[in-house]
């Protein structure tokens, strides 16, 4: 059974820094593309990150561009996005997903990120 | 950026009845090399994470209802609930993947 497990949500001023995690399982996660898509409690969903097989393709949605950084880690089946210089409108649960040809087919159950004063 | 806009923003229908569910794209995603539309639906219940019922535009993911169906090509895709079910309340978006993914606003189906 696929299974997508996220951390590192929490509590951050603006302008500070956080890191998740996303701990994969079930399925060979070498092979896939993987993915940050976020939302805000109560609204819709929006693509925030993907990174490729072997990490070394890694695009961004422009509101994100130059502050998060994805990466992964395919000896411990692990994604991470690295958010930095926080803003108040980040606040959102972040969700990893399993991606193929761009389609995202199993999702985690999401960390909350809360940017505020 | 393709923009995916759903229609309507909300809707209630009677236990049993259709729902349908309208979603359009600014530009067309249909890939012409393998004739596939890049359009998907999710299902997102209060509290849970989006869950994926079609891709490709009308190919139901395993283990979804076959109530549920999907159809359209291009730039004008519907979901369609043929008989809606207690269960099936929840906010329904459509996503294309053709480029960076971008999701309709979501579509809030109740019951009358």
């Given at each position: 059974e696929v299974e997508l497990v996220e951390s590192g949500g929490g509590l951050v001023q603006p302008g500070g820094s956080l890191r998740l995690s996303c701990v994969a399982s079930g399925?060979?996660?070498?092979n896939y593309w993987m993915y940050w898509v976020r939302q805000v409690p109560g609204k819709g969903l929006m693509y925030v990150s993907r990174i490729n097989l072997n990490g070394k393709i890694a695009e961004y949605a422009d509101s994100v561009k130059g502050r998060f950084t994805i990466s992964r880690d395919n000896a411990k089946n692990t994604l991470y996005l690295q958010l930095s210089s926080l803003r108040v409108e980040d606040t959102a649960v972040y969700y990893c997903t399993r991606g193929g040809n761009g389609l995202t087919d199993y999702w985690g159950q999401g960390t909350l990120v809360t940017v505020s004063s | 950026d393709i923009v995916m806009t759903q229609s309507p923003d909300s809707l209630a229908v009677s236990l049993g009845e259709r729902a349908t569910i309208n979603c359009k794209s600014s530009q067309s995603v249909l890939y012409s090399s393998n004739n596939q539309n890049y359009l998907a639906w999710y299902q997102q219940k209060s509290g849970q994470s989006p869950k994926l019922l079609?891709?490709?535009?009308?190919t139901r993911q395993s283990?979804?209802?076959?109530?549920f169906s999907g159809g359209g090509s291009g730039t004008d895709f519907t979901l369609t609930i043929s008989s809606l079910q207690a269960e099936d309340v929840a906010v329904y978006y459509c996503q294309q993947y053709f480029n960076s993914p971008t999701f309709g606003q979501g579509t809030k189906v109740e019951i009358k």
């Open positions: 399925f060979t996660f070498s | 079609i891709y490709s535009a009308s283990g979804v209802p076959d109530r």
